[in-house]
C-alpha cells in the first residue's frame, strides 16, 4: 500500500539514490577523463569533481532526512534544491539571450586570453591555424606552415549552432 508519507518517503528515497549514482558517473568520468588525458585542462575536472560532491552532499541530506522523517533536513533539502533550480533556469535564460555575434565575441575573447598550450592543442585538434582567418604569430606550430579552409571562429560558430540545433534552441 501506498499512501501518505509512505510512498512519497519510498519515492524521495530511490530519487536520491539515483542522484548518488549520477553523481558518482559525473565524478568517474571527470576523473577518467583527467587520467586518460583526454580532458586536459584542470579547471574543467575540478570542476566537474566539485559537482558531483556536491550532488552526493545533496543527496544525502535528501536521503537521510527521508530516512529518519526529519523535517528540519527535508526543508533546507527542499531550499537547497529551490535555489540550485534558479540558478539553471538564470543560466537558462542568460544562454538563450546570446546570440551569434555575442558567441563569436566570447570565443575570440577567449581565444586571445588563452595560453599558448591550449591555442596549440585547439589548433591541433581542429587542423586550423589561427583565430578569424588571422595566422597566429605567437606560437610557432607545425599547422601555421600548412593551408586550411577553416579557422578556429568558422568551426566553433559551426558547432555552437549544431549544439544549439540538436538541443532545439534554433
Sequence with gaps: MCGGFTCSKNSLIALNILY????????????YGRAATIVTDLPIVGV?????????????????GA??????MLFFYM??????FLLQFSVACACLGVNTEQQEQLAEQG??????????????????????EKMDKIIPHQLV??????????ILTLRSIAIAQAVGLN
Design 20 to 31: 548518488i549514482l549520477v553523481a558518482s558517473i559525473l565524478i568517474s568520468v571527470a576523473v
Design 145 to 154: 606552415m600548412k593551408s586550411f579552409s577553416q579557422d578556429v571562429a568558422q
Design 111 to 132: 581565444w586571445s586570453k588563452g595560453q599558448n598550450t591550449t591555442r596549440s592543442k585547439v589548433q591541433e585538434s581542429f587542423t586550423c591555424c589561427g583565430f578569424d
Design 79 to 84: 531550499v537547497i534544491l529551490f535555489l540550485l
Design 48 to 64: 566537474l569533481i566539485a559537482c558531483g560532491i556536491i550532488l552526493i552532499m545533496i543527496s544525502m541530506l535528501g536521503l537521510l
Design 67 to 72: 530516512v529518519k522523517h526529519h523535517q528540519v
